[in-house]
C-alpha cells in the first residue's frame, strides 16, 4: 500500500518560510519522480514543483521560481519544498505525488497522492 504523508504546514506571516515534506511509504522511491501541487479555496489545483527520480532535474511553476526550491532525499523516502518569502495568494492546501513517468506539470500524470498539508499566509 502506497503511503505519501505531507507535514510541514502551518500559519506564517507574509514574507515568512516553510518547509514542507513529504515522506513516502510502499514505493520503490528512487525510481518514482515527485511533485507538489496546491490548491487554493474555490480553485483548481496547480502545479507548484517538480523533481526528477535522480534529483538532477527540477521543475517550477512560474510563480515559485527564485521563491521556492524542491529537493529530495532517496535514502529517508522524503522530498521537501522550501518555501521562502511567502505571500497571502501562497495560501493552500499543498499536496505532494509520485510518478512513473509522464508530464512533470499535469495533476494526471501523477499516480499517487497525499492528503495535503494547509498552508496559510496572513497579510
Known amino acids: 500500500q502506497v503511503q505519501l504523508v505531507e507535514s510541514g504546514g502551518g500559519v506564517v506571516q507574509a514574507g515568512g518560510s516553510l518547509r514542507l515534506s513529504c515522506e513516502a511509504s510502499?514505493?520503490?522511491?528512487?525510481?518514482?519522480?515527485l511533485g507538489w501541487f496546491r490548491q487554493a479555496p474555490g480553485k483548481d489545483y496547480e502545479f507548484v514543483a517538480a523533481?526528477?527520480?535522480?534529483?538532477?532535474?527540477?521543475y517550477y511553476g512560474a510563480f515559485a521560481k527564485g521563491r521556492f526550491t524542491i529537493s529530495r532525499e532517496n535514502a529517508k523516502n522524503t522530498v521537501y519544498l522550501q518555501m521562502n518569502n511567502l505571500r497571502p495568494e501562497d495560501t493552500a492546501v499543498y499536496f505532494c505525488?509520485?510518478?512513473?513517468?509522464?508530464?512533470?506539470?499535469?495533476?494526471?500524470?501523477?499516480?499517487?497522492w497525499g492528503q495535503g498539508t494547509q498552508v496559510t499566509v496572513s497579510s
Open positions: 523533481i526528477n527520480w535522480r534529483g538532477a532535474s527540477t
Open positions: 510502499g514505493l520503490t522511491f528512487g525510481k518514482f519522480a
Open positions: 505525488a509520485a510518478q512513473d513517468g509522464g508530464d512533470y506539470f499535469l495533476r494526471y500524470s501523477y499516480e499517487y
